[in-house]
């Protein structure tokens, strides 16, 4: 009996100094990651504060886009197509909507705010023929038979009218659509 447990013991000692070099060589490596992580991070911070006369660059820049709000699971991305496209002017860009499911709601997608894409949510009134949605300066019409955008600013004296072609598709697919068109608008910018 007393040889069976000694070498017990002899086992448990060996498993524990085991189990004590895996936790130290665990620690030695996490503390050698943190020591390379930090100089690094010195090394990056130290190149910014020297490199006072660099040129800026932002068209290399990764974009971070906001996701799609959760409100529009389960709807539907009309992406608008204006008809007149005869200059460059920022009236001749597409126009971006989600519907919700229940199609009591609509997010007219602003690409001006912070370098985003945030959706200003518009409440619908619906007919057999038009989805509408209005708010102080505007007004805004989609056929829901052939799909045609007219888009009405009322702020000016003369009220002025767009229109637009718009086609279906999944939610993300607009979100990609209204992302690659924010990316086009960033992409000329010096700063």
Same mark, same amino acid.
């Given at each position: 009996?007393?040889?069976?447990? #000694? *070498? %017990?013991?002899?086992? #448990? ?18 503390? #050698? ?9 010195? @090394?990056? $911070? ?10 800026? &660059? ?11 709000? =959760?409100?529009?699971? *389960? *709807?539907? =991305?009309?992406? +608008? ?5 005869? /200059?460059?002017? =920022? ?14 709601? !609509? *997010? ?14 518009? $409440? ?10 209005? %708010? &102080? @300066? ?23 009218? /767009?229109?637009?072609? +718009?086609?279906?598709?999944?939610? #993300? ?12 608008? !960033? @992409? =000329?910018?010096?700063?």
């Amino acid at each position: 009996m007393i040889a069976a447990t #000694s *070498g %017990q013991d002899h086992r #448990s000692n060996h498993n524990t100094h085991n189990a004590e070099a895996i936790v130290r060589t665990a620690l030695i490596n996490l503390a #050698s990651k943190l020591a390379a992580h930090h100089l690094l991070r010195m @090394s990056l $911070a130290g190149i910014v504060a020297v490199s006072t006369s660099a040129a800026a &660059d932002t068209t290399n820049r990764a974009l971070q886009v906001s996701p799609v709000p =959760g409100i529009f699971v *389960g *709807g539907v =991305g009309l992406l +608008c197509e204006p008809h007149n496209t005869d /200059s460059n002017s =920022g009236e001749n860009r597409p126009e971006f909507l989600l519907l919700t499911k229940n199609r009591e709601s !609509l *997010g007219w997608a602003n690409l001006f705010n912070d370098d985003d894409i945030s959706y200003q949510m518009l $409440a619908v009134a619906k007919t057999p023929d038009y989805y509408t949605a209005s %708010q &102080d @300066s505007f007004d805004l019409r989609v056929h829901r038979k052939d799909l045609t955008l007219s888009l009405k600013d009322t702020s000016a004296t003369t009220a002025s009218a /767009s229109a637009f072609s +718009c086609m279906t598709m999944s939610i #993300s697919d607009l979100h990609k659509a209204a992302t690659a068109e924010l990316r086009l608008l !960033l @992409s =000329g910018n010096k700063i």
